[in-house]
């Protein structure tokens, strides 16, 4: 959680819009992406204050997104819920493709992460 937090903080305060903060965001979580991963896919159950941990950062990703759609990034019909999962996805997909040698580097797979997410769920921009 913390590795996450800190990926996350580092480029929030960095970025004026959606498409730089959702670029920046997917690059800097290329690292922890197996964590990602895993956080997503914990049962409820586990431990209270890691759940709490665990909505708080889905909240702050929530809110990204409906930034993005309000700028027309993501299509505003597009539930949140349904783009965050798409994102964690394409965090751990580029996370396991920088881990297999796939010889594509960070920046590569940042921009197939975009294409990826601006093409699937792209709004009005």
Same mark, same amino acid.
């Given at each position: ?40 896919? *914990?049962?409820? @159950?586990?431990? #209270?204050?890691? &759940? ?8 702050? =990703?929530? $809110? /990204? ?24 996805? *394409?965090?751990? @997909?580029?996370? #396991?493709?920088? &881990? ?8 590569? =797979?940042? $921009? /197939? ?13």
């Amino acid at each position: 959680i913390e590795a996450t937090d800190e990926a996350a903080a580092k480029i929030m305060t960095h970025v004026t819009n959606s498409r730089d903060a959702l670029r920046a965001l997917l690059k800097a979580m290329i690292e922890v992406g197996d964590r990602c991963y895993f956080l997503t896919r *914990l049962p409820e @159950a586990v431990d #209270e204050e890691i &759940n709490g941990h665990i909505r708080r950062q889905e909240r702050e =990703l929530q $809110e /990204l997104i409906r930034w993005a759609q309000s700028e027309g990034v993501i299509d505003s019909e597009v539930p949140t819920v349904w783009a965050s999962s798409v994102l964690n996805s *394409l965090i751990y @997909a580029a996370w #396991e493709m920088r &881990n297999n040698d796939s010889g594509l580097d960070k920046d590569q =797979l940042t $921009e /197939l992460g975009m294409r990826t997410l601006e093409r699937g769920l792209g709004g009005s921009t």
